[in-house]
């Protein structure tokens, strides 16, 4: 078995890459309800980086191993355990500490996969496309044909929802931040694809035909969510679940008050926490179906060998990217 590492960081501190280091440890000997699990694949998730910088809204104790979520290969039970078969793909638990060779799992927590899909893909199932499947049914009453506007489109959620929406028959509005962005979400199959700024709500109106649009979905915070608020519909609702611009979502009166826009947000971390497991497993198997049907996808940049952590943080990390990076170990 090739040297087990796990990526670690014992501080938090503006400059991501700079805290974080791949460090060796020794085969773990399994306890009873226990698993060995080879990771396949890891994603880095904006949530982790802002982990690394002490930005995000819930962090672990000190120190930790980065990575919140990933997919592995079952390689030993422990002692009178019962779980998945050895060779199993498997989901891995959310917030495990996935970026590393090796992980210990509770073998009652491991969420078998289709062992024939896409490990890469299916390793980027617990966060981005719930929280796209769950931002367009859970805060309007959303029917085929209906529009539905995005920011933050380009990111990983962004194309999760441009996808899932083509599925359930409805059409997106998606805004980018720069004009290179602006094919890939069309190549995603975005319906409307604008760079936000002013005048979106003209642009918008011009776009659709001056559809109604009940649900705009924010990821940026700031002036950005006011100029969505100002080209949805009266008693429309937008959701936000992320800050990019680093900024408060503002949504002045007028749109408060006189046209009845709510503004409400999503953390799927709370989803998570309060929702019964039977549903979470529920979601997560037909968006598992989705993936390995090869109807759910999305771009990927680049892989890294966990000793490459600082590396891959650094690509994780900046603006200009074309695509997910993932920590992708190698086994011999």
Known sequence: MTQMLKAQYSERGPVPQAVIQAVPFERPVLQPGQALVAVLAAPINPSDVLMLTGQYGQLPPLPAVGGSEGVGRVVELGPD????????????????????????APAARLVPLPNEADPRQLAMLTVNPPTASLLLSDFADLQPGDWVIQNGANSGVGSYVVQLAKLRGLKTINLVR????????????????????????????AAT????????????????????????????????????????????????????????????????????????????????????????????????????????????????????????????
């Open 209 to 332: 035909g001056g559809a109604a649009i009940k649900l705009g979905i924010d990821a940026v915070g700031g002036q950005a969510t006011m100029r969505m608020a100002a080209a949805l519909a009266e008693s429309a609702t937008i959701v936000n679940y992320g800050a990019l611009s680093g900024e408060p979502c503002i949504v002045t009166p007028r749109e408060l008050v006189f046209r009845d826009v709510t503004l409400k947000g999503f953390w799927l971390a709370r989803w998570f926490r309060v929702t019964p497991q039977a549903e979470q497993f529920k979601l997560l198997g037909e968006l598992a179906g989705l993936i390995a049907a090869g109807k759910l996808h999305t771009p990927i940049q680049a892989g890294y060998e966990v000793a490459q952590i600082q590396e891959a943080v650094a690509a994780a990390a900046a603006g200009e990217r074309q695509g997910k990076i993932l920590i992708t170990p190698t086994h011999g």
């Open 81 to 104: 355990t019962q779980g998945p078969s050895m060779g199993q793909t498997v989901l891995l638990p959310v917030g495990i500490g996935t970026w590393a060779t090796h992980v210990v």
């Open 178 to 205: 720069r004009e290179s962005a602006v094919a890939g979400v069309l190549a995603q199959g975005g319906d409307v694809v604008l760079v936000d700024g002013e005048g979106l709500s003209e642009r918008v109106k």
